[in-house]
């Protein structure tokens, strides 16, 4: 996987922004201080929306909503994309698969047809657009590259999330969607995944494992009303993560045959990140990725592991390292990937020297 590519919407929202808007217009349950301290135990600081958080609370019809969150999916996931082609030193042309992921903004021709129109991908090039798996979009995508790559050629994969659109004060005033208020974000990630080790950085992926938990379809997932979409969630999803992880061959306890170094987490929540990395035994400092992004970016769906990895780029583990990608998602489900850091020569010279 070479290395990937961000778009974001302009508006930056802080949370205390989010928190007089809850206040204001959803009193009831919390006070203004149990909501700040609910709102700083999420791990956000700050967000980005493709409009104002005033235009973004003012009830509206769902036609609406969606036509915004699709002229915003497009303009992100081609400016990502991009990106991630010019990351990857790879023409459009030579791309072989094409796959998308989004939730929001639902769309006929398709996210992926009209994006690789609209970045010059073959005619006769293989698209797999997902529109179901929520924040396991990324690490989907990439576990479905990794397998196609080595019979197709490389593959692009590319997710955007609108995630303003269900913003609506009015819409629903539970426990549950005041978390997702504060939590969820705009924006788009994009890389390339390639049948051979690229020159530059990369990170090889090993394996992957899916693993769908019986009896959870009410944990996670949406619903589409007159009024605009929506998240709905349960407590038990938090129990959740633990619970898929332990369902991972290569995280059981009871063998000693392999341990992490590090995890690229999809960022749910702050206590959805503790509770993955508490479940694969991760050291303190070998996972800061993942509470940076949510830090600085909320969560924008499933394209939000994808800028957790582009942080790694930056920062990253020692050659060689091996670790995992995890994404949770509606089902209850779990996408991960074991994949291993591969620096480019000159940078594992630097490091070989230091």
């Given at each position: 996987?070479?290395?990937p590519a961000g778009a974001h919407p302009p508006e930056e929202i802080y949370?205390?922004?989010?928190?007089?808007?809850?206040?204001?217009?959803?009193?009831?349950?919390?006070?203004?201080?149990?909501?700040?301290?609910?709102?700083?135990?999420?791990?956000?600081?700050?967000?980005?929306?493709?409009?104002?958080?005033?235009?973004?609370?003012?009830?509206?019809?769902?036609?609406?909503?969606?036509?915004?969150?699709?002229?915003?999916?497009?303009?992100?996931?081609?400016?990502?994309?991009?990106?991630?082609?010019?990351?990857?030193?790879?023409?459009?042309?030579?791309?072989?698969?094409?796959?998308?992921?989004?939730?929001?903004?639902?769309?006929?021709?398709?996210?992926?047809?009209?994006?690789?129109?609209?970045?010059?991908?073959?005619?006769?090039?293989?698209?797999?657009?997902?529109?179901?798996?929520?924040?396991?979009?990324?690490?989907?995508?990439?576990?479905?590259?990794?397998?196609?790559?080595?019979?197709?050629?490389?593959?692009?994969?590319?997710?955007?999330?609108?995630?303003?659109?269900?913003?609506?004060?009015?819409?629903?005033?539970?426990?549950?969607?005041?978390?997702?208020?504060?939590?969820?974000?705009?924006?788009?990630?994009?890389?390339?995944?390639?049948?051979?080790?690229?020159?530059?950085?990369?990170?090889?992926?090993?394996?992957?494992?899916?693993?769908?938990?019986?009896?959870?379809?009410?944990?996670?997932?949406?619903?589409?009303?007159?009024?605009?979409?929506?998240?709905?969630?349960?407590?038990?999803?938090?129990?959740?993560?633990?619970?898929?992880?332990?369902?991972?061959?290569?995280?059981?306890?009871?063998?000693?045959?392999?341990?992490?170094?590090?995890?690229?987490?999809?960022?749910?929540?702050?206590?959805?990140?503790?509770?993955?990395?508490?479940?694969?035994?991760?050291?303190?400092?070998?996972?800061?990725?993942?509470?940076?992004?949510?830090?600085?970016?909320?969560?924008?769906?499933?394209?939000?592991?994808?800028?957790?990895?582009?942080?790694?780029?930056?920062?990253?583990?020692?050659?060689?390292?091996?670790?995992?990608?995890?994404?949770?998602?509606?089902?209850f489900r779990l996408e991960t990937s074991r994949v291993i850091w591969r620096?480019?020569?000159?940078?594992?010279?630097?490091?070989?020297?230091?």
């Open positions: 996987m070479n290395r949370v205390e922004e989010v928190v007089d808007d809850l206040v204001r217009v959803q009193p009831d349950g919390f006070t203004r201080r149990g909501l700040t301290r609910f709102a700083h135990n999420t791990g956000v600081k700050k967000k980005r929306f493709a409009r104002p958080l005033s235009e973004a609370a003012r009830p509206a019809l769902y036609e609406d909503l969606n036509a915004f969150a699709v002229e915003w999916n497009l303009k992100m996931t081609k400016e990502s994309a991009i990106k991630a082609l010019a990351n990857a030193g790879i023409p459009a042309a030579d791309i072989g698969v094409f796959i998308t992921f989004h939730l929001t903004g639902q769309m006929v021709p398709g996210l992926a047809d009209q994006t690789a129109k609209d970045i010059g991908l073959r005619s006769d090039v293989i698209t797999i657009p997902t529109t179901e798996l929520g924040c396991a979009g990324g690490a989907y995508a990439l576990a479905m590259a990794n397998r196609l790559a080595p019979h197709h050629g490389p593959v692009l994969v590319a997710g955007s999330e609108v995630a303003s659109s269900t913003y609506q004060l009015e819409r629903d005033r539970s426990k549950g969607h005041k978390a997702f208020k504060i939590l969820f974000g705009d924006g788009a990630a994009a890389a390339v995944v390639t049948p051979d080790r690229p020159a530059g950085d990369s990170f090889e992926i090993v394996d992957s494992w899916q693993e769908l938990l019986p009896d959870t379809f009410h944990y996670y997932g949406a619903s589409f009303a007159s009024t605009g979409p929506g998240f709905n969630g349960s407590p038990e999803a938090l129990g959740a993560v633990g619970e898929a992880m332990a369902r991972v061959p290569w995280f059981d306890r009871d063998r000693d045959s392999w341990r992490p170094e590090f995890g690229l987490l999809h960022p749910g929540s702050a206590q959805i990140v503790e509770k993955a990395a508490a479940a694969a035994g991760l050291e303190p400092g070998t996972y800061d990725w993942a509470k940076e992004v949510l830090a600085h970016y909320g969560g924008f769906g499933g394209p939000t592991l994808l800028k957790v990895i582009e942080h790694a780029f930056d920062a990253p583990p020692p050659p060689d390292a091996e670790g995992f990608l995890a994404a949770p998602g509606p089902g620096p480019s020569a000159a940078r594992a010279d630097v490091c070989g020297a230091a």
